[in-house]
């Protein structure tokens, strides 16, 4: 496994063992369905097999990552559990005594666990009054629970942000003071904007990253936790929270029927995956030790091109052809200008 520092290492198709005439093909599948994506980052044993970046992106350019999010959050309270700030098997109300006389009964079972597998029994998501509350911590423990614990899906923002106030209470830090040390100076990553509310860290949303940011993390997660020679999470914490843990067949979108773990998205084709509103992805494949990273402000499904170019790529692997990748990279930013330009214009 190659570890980068700033920028990833270059390998080619051919040192990679993967198909460049289907990767090829998926260029050409962008430009016809006009999509509009911001950047690509594929990234094999740790060394980068292509980017590609629209027009006003580039590699260090950060942008909302919306849910995402949520993702870094669940390694934050790996990384707590790994310290023995907590237990996701702790009662969440012992971290906020001062909620116990108020709180309805409900939550008086409801565990880190829970929130960490989208299971709090709510069918309202905190996030909706966000802007209307002066203590969104209180307001969480008055939302009724309908379903029993740990039996039904709910998405809801506000249990992420609810994980990020117990890092809060167990560090003294905002979530993001207090990844900064072990996460975000481990993987090089200069210190992103994360939105807060009341001096917390939204944890469900409001990070702003990079492709590459992105791209260290999920190395960090197929390499179980471990970055050069430090263990930043446990692996065991790695792999219970990116197994499934909650089934999730109601959701309206097709490919989020798979499962959920602790804060990630279990894939059809394998594996999982860290995923935010608009097609920002973080997609892990094990098997061909691949980290994929999509960040676009898009409706239509990007999961496609993992599996209907790039694993097939992976999977062919390597034959000799004349396929100049480098001219598809550079005829995709030719092709944005026009993609971004309404973007910009239609997003003021």
């Given amino acids: 496994m190659v570890f980068p520092h700033q920028e990833f290492e270059k390998a080619s198709c051919r040192d990679a063992n993967i198909e460049k005439g289907l990767l090829a093909d998926m260029f050409v599948h962008i430009e016809k ?24 992106f580039e590699p260090h350019h950060r942008e909302e990552v919306y849910s995402i999010s949520k993702s870094f959050t669940s390694i934050a ?29 409900e939550y008086q079972n409801m565990t880190i666990q829970h929130l960490l597998m989208m299971a709090s029994g709510q069918e309202r998501d905190l996030a909706q009054s966000f802007d209307d509350t002066e203590d969104p911590i209180a307001a969480f423990f008055q939302i009724p629970v309908i379903h029993p614990l740990g039996e039904v899906f709910f998405y809801n923002n506000g249990c992420t942000f609810m994980l990020s106030a117990i890092v809060s209470k167990v560090t003294g830090l905002s979530l993001n003071d207090f990844l900064e040390v072990p996460l975000w100076n481990v993987l090089e990553i200069k210190k992103p904007v994360w939105d807060e509310i009341k001096g917390i860290s939204v944890g469900a949303f409001g990070l702003k990253a990079s492709t590459i940011d992105l791209a260290k993390f999920g190395l960090l997660l197929l390499n179980e936790g471990r970055w050069k020679e430090t263990q930043v999470v446990s692996k065991e914490y790695v792999k219970e929270a990116t197994s499934k843990h909650i089934e999730t067949t109601g959701n309206g979108n097709p490919r989020d029927v798979y499962g959920y773990g ?14 935010g509103w608009l097609k920002q992805y973080i997609v892990i494949n094990k098997e061909y030790q ?10 239509h499904e990007l999961l496609n091109l993992f599996d209907g170019y790039i694993l097939p790529a992976l ?12 001219d598809y990279i550079r005829s995709f930013h030719a092709h944005s200008i026009p993609i971004i330009a309404h973007e910009k214009a239609t997003r003021k």
């Fill in 33 to 56: 369905e006009n999509w509009n994506i911001h950047s690509m980052l594929l990234v094999k044993d740790g060394t980068k097999i292509f980017d590609a970046y629209a027009d006003q």
């Fill in 77 to 105: 309270i790996g990384i707590c559990q790994d310290r023995g700030l907590l237990s996701i098997q702790d009662n969440i109300l012992d971290y906020f005594p001062e909620q116990k006389k108020s709180a309805l009964p």
């Fill in 262 to 275: 602790y804060q990630f998205w279990m894939n059809d084709f394998g594996d999982y995956r860290a995923a």
């Fill in 290 to 299: 691949v980290v994929f990273v999509t960040q676009a402000y898009e409706e």
């Fill in 315 to 326: 999977q062919k692997g390597w034959l000799y052809d004349n396929v100049s990748l480098r």
